[in-house]
């Protein structure tokens, strides 16, 4: 039997050296726990006590009787307890002590790197030279441990973590599973209202449910009630403007559109629509302005609102 870093293993107490704490044996080689590894009552002699195997900050190999939060091979959620610029994130490991996800299993642009808070998918492994290490874990290592999302989930809106995030989209392991795991889900990248981070918390709403159990997502609206917020935002943008227009129309590429607004420019083109339905807006070339009905509307509103009432002239 060897002493392997990462695991649970249950071990004999040989012997007690003050003031260090207890040398422990599976038979063949000895491995000190100390005083503030200990959990409980204190351990005795020739007992065997389950143990965690871990490396000290001497790069030793270690015993504790703290429960980990992750074992080696294991797939888990962490949380994100600091963050190091050239080194990476610090996960929380449930041993008042972190485990590095280095700056490689993270993505290249910084802004889609997780921070502290968010919660990553991650597996124990070892490095090239033995130490505990995190490696973000992906859509095969993941989609063994997600249940089938049911039918009824359909337009509801849910809730999951960020796993992998490209620029088609994004892949989510949304809640509702047991053990911290639950559907595997895709949000497109022009269901996405902004580029989303590494283990980031999102809020999606299910737009198909999928033979595979799998579900596809959006951070946007259903189109009838998105297309009301959409245009009532819009609408409130060229009120603001300098005579009442805006030099975006159906025209303007769709990259400027999700910039400026955060919406796809088919969102855009299906609220600009009804607002030209509804007679409030008109578009000239590349501009968008408002018509002489909603102008005239505005104004009186204006006006409304400068003579409430107050103290009498």
Do not use: C
């Not at 503030?36 to 790069?59: A, Q, W």
């Not at 441990?145 to 960020?162: K, M, Q, R, Y």
């Not at 607002?275 to 009905?293: A, H, S």
Request: charged share 25%; no cysteine; aromatic share 8%.
């Amino acid at each position: 039997m060897s002493l392997i870093a990462g695991t649970i293993m249950n071990l004999r107490v040989a012997r007690e050296v003050s003031p260090y704490g207890y040398f422990l044996t599976d038979g063949e080689a000895e491995v000190l726990m100390h005083y503030t590894e200990i959990v409980g009552k204190r351990p005795k002699i020739d007992n065997s006590y389950d143990v965690f195997l871990f490396f000290d900050s001497e790069d030793r190999i270690a015993a504790t009787m703290k429960t980990p939060l992750i074992q080696l091979g294991q797939v888990a959620r962490l949380a994100v307890a600091d963050i190091h610029p050239r080194i990476g994130a610090f996960l929380e490991m449930g041993l008042g002590r972190q485990l590095l996800l280095p700056l490689s299993e993270q993505p290249e642009l910084k802004e889609l790197r997780p921070k502290r808070g968010d919660e990553v998918h991650v597996i124990l492994a070892h490095d090239k030279i033995g130490r505990l290490v995190a490696k973000t874990a992906f859509e095969e290592e993941l989609a063994e441990l997600a249940f089938h999302a049911p039918s009824s989930w359909h337009n509801t809106w849910v809730e999951g973590w960020v796993t992998k995030t490209l620029k088609i989209g994004s892949f989510v392991m949304v809640d509702g599973g047991v053990l911290g795991f639950g559907a595997y889900g895709f949000i497109p990248a022009d269901d996405r209202t902004r580029l989303l981070r590494l283990g980031e918390r999102v809020k999606a709403r299910v737009t198909f449910v999928r033979e595979d159990g799998r579900v596809n997502l959006s951070m946007n609206q259903r189109k009838e009630v998105g297309r009301l917020e959409d245009s009532d935002r819009i609408l409130a943008f060229i009120k603001e403007r300098p005579n009442g227009s805006m030099p975006y129309s159906d025209d303007t590429q769709a990259d400027i559109i999700k910039q400026k607004f955060g919406i796809s420019k088919g969102a855009f083109k299906r609220a600009l629509g009804k607002l030209m339905r509804e007679g409030l807006v008109t578009q000239d070339g590349n501009w968008t302005k408002l018509t002489e009905q909603a102008a005239s509307s505005e104004n009186k509103d204006h006006e409304t609102n400068q003579a409430q009432p107050g103290s009498p002239e």
